[in-house]
């Protein structure tokens, strides 16, 4: 079975440790993070998390995040094109809040694990399973998140790096099997889920996005705040990410655009549909009923 193959049936590995790994510390950490990003940061408990955004003053994108609550700090994942500008971000507006950043990107292995039977690798592997979305459970030195990068079920291990090829071992031996990264994206794209670096990014408006689990509304102030909220009172979205598929086998570029001012944002071909998925803003004047 090959990576392809084993995410849509089975379980498959993929090396993720290139994305940042931002850890927050001190009393302010969570008075900080709600009122840097879009969700309730604020109400949750050790072992839970969420997807959020942050934003600019405008409103718009400038990074999605996995916040992930641990007892002492909170763990932040984020792609690899947010790393940096995430953490000068934070740090910008550290002024006399008790909080310490610390980017652990090079000590930390990511590994994600994906597909239908990820659950019972991670099992087989003696791994703890976290229940809910976004919630972590330690595993001796690494930590286990439910989280995907593909839409499919999944998790990622947080390991120290001198772990990692220990660890791969141990999930190959459970059944995993290692796919690359065009595997993952094309998954990816058959699920429609969006990552920041293509379909997300500073041009665009967190509504636009569609990602609605990323947004509190009555969560009180925070950066970018009052862009959401006329858009949200004024209805005032003019264009949204949507999942496609096009009868190709081609797939189009980025910024391809197509009629009705549809815009692709990342895409390709799927051999499962034998056809083309795809990403794209579209414009709500054009959206199906």
């Known amino acids: 079975m090959n990576g392809y193959e084993a995410l849509r049936t089975g379980a498959a590995w993929l090396d993720l440790s290139a994305r940042g790994k931002i ?9 900080l993070l709600h009122a840097m990003t879009t969700n ?64 652990v990107t090079p000590d930390t292995a990511t590994i994600a694990v994906e597909g239908p039977k990820s659950g019972a690798v991670l099992e087989a592997a003696g791994a703890p399973i ?12 690494r930590l286990v998140a439910r989280l995907s990068a593909t839409g499919s079920p999944g998790f990622f291990i947080f390991a120290p790096t001198s772990e990692k090829e220990q660890l791969l071992a141990a999930l190959e031996a459970a059944g995993a099997v290692a796919a690359d990264a065009e595997a993952f994206r094309v998954v990816r794209l058959e699920h429609g889920r969006a990552r920041y670096g293509e379909d997300l990014s500073e041009r665009f408006l967190a509504q636009e996005a569609n990602q609605p689990h990323a947004l509190h509304f009555s969560k009180g102030c925070y950066l970018g705040q009052e862009i959401v909220e006329r858009v949200r009172s004024r209805g005032q979205v003019h264009r949204v990410l949507m999942p496609l598929q096009l009868e190709a086998k ?10 009705g001012g549809t815009e692709i944002t990342s895409a390709a071909y799927s051999p499962a549909l034998d056809k083309v998925v795809a990403l794209a803003y579209v414009r709500t004047a054009n959206r199906a009923v």
């Open 23 to 31: 850890k927050l510390t001190g009393e302010d950490r969570a008075r």
């Open 40 to 103: 309730h940061v604020q109400q949750l408990t050790p072992g839970a998390g969420c997807y959020a955004f942050f934003l600019t003053t405008q409103g718009r994108i400038l990074s999605d995040v996995n916040i992930l609550c641990r007892p002492d700090h909170f763990l932040l994942d984020l792609e690899p094109e947010s790393r940096e500008k995430i953490y000068q971000h934070l740090d910008r507006y550290i002024i006399a809040d008790d909080v310490t950043l610390e980017d």
């Open 130 to 141: 976290p229940e809910a979305d976004y919630s972590s459970a330690e595993w001796g030195a």
């Open 250 to 259: 081609e797939p189009p570029a980025a910024g391809t655009k197509l009629e």
